[in-house]
């Protein structure tokens, strides 16, 4: 984009007292390189994705979150669609800078399958990464590997953190509430929203709903520093409520591990 004189302007108010501000410069989000043997199960590897993979995850997503067909996110059904969007191994250097997408792939070496795979997404104007998909294969979800791929997902953190990413979001859909209890209880992310119908969802056959995803967040790096506290909030005071009545929630979410 060309740069444009802001000079003439002026935002709508002065924002910013309860929080520190900081001289607008280039924002980026650098996908951290993946590779993780277990130290407790040498038989299971959190990797990035490769070229080879992308067949196996598209059917690990077939298999595990059909949900998604019909909607803005069906792509992550068809490997066609991984080529120009997703970071692969091969061309890490260029497309961990360029590409929208990371998909972290957990690999069964005894069973030689992808048992595991999740997807992230990244605006580096935001410095922000959400955590977009995650799914372990039916076979794979209770046993060894499951708790593998729980406690290996753990240090996942330190991969957030060391992308430069200053905030990061999940939604979790509500057919369960696994992922809702994990985000949480466990990793002591935040509630930012409940929202109905945010997203259209597959019935089966050729019947589509609107599901509802609840909303979670937290900070990395030096976003809380940035972010604008409650006092600057111009609230209507039904939301204010709401937001009383979530903080109090929200106290409750703590990291106690995976
Ligand atoms: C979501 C998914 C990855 C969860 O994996 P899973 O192995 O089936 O998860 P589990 O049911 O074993 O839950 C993981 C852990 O959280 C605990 N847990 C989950 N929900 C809980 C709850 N509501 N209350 C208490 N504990 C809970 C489990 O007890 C387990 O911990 P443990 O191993 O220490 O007992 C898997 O079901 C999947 O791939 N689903 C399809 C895709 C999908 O729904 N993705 C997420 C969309 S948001």
Known sequence: MKPIDMTAYRPYKKIGTSCALRKIGPKQVIWPLIEHTDAENPNFRLRVITRKDVEAVAELWRASYPEVYGSIHEWILHPEAYEGRVAFFEDWKEHCVTRPHAVMVGEDLQANKVVMASIYTKWDENLQIEASFIAIHPDFRKGRISTSIWSNLASFYKWLEDSGAEYVTVFCETWHNITQYIWFKRL?????????????????????????????????????????????????????????????????SREEGL
Request: aromatic letters at 18%; glycine letters at 12%; proline letters at 5%.
């Open 188 to 252: 002591g992310w935040k509630i930012a929203g409940i929202f109905p119908g945010n997203f259209t969802r597959w019935a089966g056959g050729q019947q589509e709903y609107r599901g509802c995803t609840v909303h979670f967040y937290r900070f990395l790096n030096e976003g809380a520093r940035y972010a604008t506290l409650p006092e600057e909030w111009d609230l209507l005071p039904e939301v204010k409520e709401l937001w009383g009545y979530l903080e109090k929630i929200n106290a409750q």
